[in-house]
């Protein structure tokens, strides 16, 4: 009798361990689902565009109200269309309009890890995305018959490598807090770069113009910002996913 209730006690324990490794199981999968079904806490800003249209202003699709003020300093607004040789939506820029970010003091800080993905299509100069401080220090992602950035003090890094004019391409700026590294339809084409910017106050920040109020042209579509350092198989695997 005495066995029997062992052999009991054993099943019992037997239940009970695999019924709470189940618990477990679907607990952590119930978490990882819901990180990835809303984007991953990394996203900072994201902008969707559609495909036609002027927009006085565009939603951050991210859900942290970094919204997109449309601009126009003079002339007609910026419009949306279709990016070239891809079926998502863009928005046109023709050097008399640039978009206004809101609630910049929350991007990333010159201190932290941050990456920019951006598909644009350019004639040559195109001020993607610059946020800092208007006074003083910033960042700025942009086209310049290739990719580049640069601060307050001029030029970090950039490469000509492989581009051509009006032309679409995924750029990709990445900074892990020491170094710079700028990528090319998923592809390495300058740096890591060693750099340090300046600290700034987070009070403006600009698509399509840089903080001296240089308004540019090209077509922008799908611009995302993260709060971390992505590395080069993510950012491959980004481009080889498409603009969406």
């Known amino acids: 009798m005495m066995k029997t209730f062992c052999i009991l006690m054993m099943l019992l324990f037997v239940v009970i361990v695999r019924a709470q490794d189940s618990y477990d199981f679907q607990s952590v999968l119930s978490q990882q689902t819901s990180s990835s079904s809303s984007g991953g806490s990394s996203l900072v800003l994201k902008y969707i565009f559609a495909t036609s249209g002027t927009p006085s202003s565009i939603t951050d699709s991210s859900g942290n109200g970094h919204t997109l003020s449309m601009v126009t300093d003079y002339g007609s607004p910026a419009s949306e269309t279709t990016l070239p040789s891809y079926s998502t939506g863009a928005i ?38 610059t946020w800092g401080d208007s006074a003083g220090n910033y960042v700025l992602c942009e086209i310049n018959s290739g990719i580049y950035s640069d601060d307050q003090a001029g030029y970090i890094a950039g490469s000509t490598t492989g581009w051509v004019a ?47 109020g240089g308004d540019t042209s090209g077509t922008i579509g799908f611009v995302e910002i993260f709060n971390i350092a992505k590395n080069g198989t993510q950012i491959s695997t980004d481009y080889s996913s498409g603009p969406q």
Not at 105 to 120: F, G, I, K
Request: hydrophobic share 40%.
């Open 92 to 129: 046109v820029f023709t050097s008399n309009q640039h978009g206004s970010i809101v609630s910049p003091s929350t991007l990333p800080s010159a201190t932290s890890s941050w990456t920019v993905e951006a598909w644009v299509n350019s004639a040559g100069l195109t001020h993607v995305l």
């Open 166 to 212: 009006n032309t679409t391409y995924m750029y990709a700026w990445v900074y892990n807090g020491t170094s710079l590294s700028l990528y090319l339809n998923g592809s390495l084409v300058a740096g890591p770069t060693t750099h340090t910017f300046g600290s700034w106050t987070g009070n403006s920040a600009f698509m399509a113009s840089n903080m001296a």
